[in-house]
Nanobody
């Protein structure tokens, strides 16, 4: 049974940092695209970052470029999201996702097959 489990969320002051982890189990995800999405109260889920399978190319939404870094450790079947210089507008539930490598449209949540349960990130001003 495939399972994605996020961890690392919490409450932090503006300007602070958090590191989210997403551990996968049930199969090997080394060739899979991995993504992070977030959903704030009253808003639709939005793309945050993705890392491609195999090549490890990274993609970010404009609002987090230069502040967030996505990375992966294939030996641990885990993907990370390092979040620095956090802002109150980053407050949301963060979800990790995975899909067989497609090579495009990383921002489309409908293309991902597997999802975690989400972890809350709250940034106070």
């Amino acid at each position: 049974q495939v399972q994605l489990v996020e961890s690392g969320g919490g409450l932090v002051q503006a300007g602070g940092s958090l590191r989210l982890s997403c551990a996968a189990s049930g199969r090997t995800f080394s060739s899979y695209d991995r993504g992070w999405f977030r959903q704030a109260p009253g808003k639709e889920r939005e793309f945050v970052a993705a890392i491609s399978g195999t090549a490890g190319a990274t993609y970010y939404t404009d609002s987090v470029k230069g502040r967030f870094t996505i990375s992966r450790d294939n030996a641990k079947n885990t993907v990370y999201l390092q979040m620095n210089s956090l802002k109150p507008e980053d407050t949301a539930v963060y979800y990790c996702a995975a899909r067989p490598r497609i090579g495009s449209s990383y921002y489309l949540d409908g293309t991902y097959n597997y999802w975690g349960q989400g972890t809350q990130v709250t940034v106070s001003s």
